[in-house]
């Protein structure tokens, strides 16, 4: 199974890369497949690289599903 997730930009390190923030934990993500990334953008990332941009309502709405599902996970995993 493949899963991309959402990160905001917070600076451009150079023309490729750039560090990112995944709700509250930021790593370097290359951003060359992306036209011309900026601070603020919100991206998909995908094995380290970001595929588009997205805007910041579906980068929430997505956080958010991530949470519930790890939240269920951690359940299930309580009753075992």
């Given at each position: 199974m493949c899963l991309a997730v959402p990160a905001k930009i917070i600076k451009l390190?150079?023309?490729?890369?750039?560090l990112c923030d995944f709700n509250?934990?930021?790593k370097e993500v290359?951003?060359?497949l992306i036209e011309n990334p900026a601070a603020?953008?919100?991206v998909?990332?995908?094995v380290g690289?970001?595929?588009n941009r997205i805007d910041s309502?579906?980068?929430r709405q997505t956080q958010e599903l991530l949470k519930s599902i790890a939240a269920e996970g951690k359940?299930?995993?309580?009753?075992m």
């Open positions: 390190i150079d023309s490729e890369n750039a509250g934990i930021e290359n951003v060359s603020g953008d919100w998909i990332v995908h690289f970001a595929l309502a579906q980068a359940k299930e995993a309580e009753f």
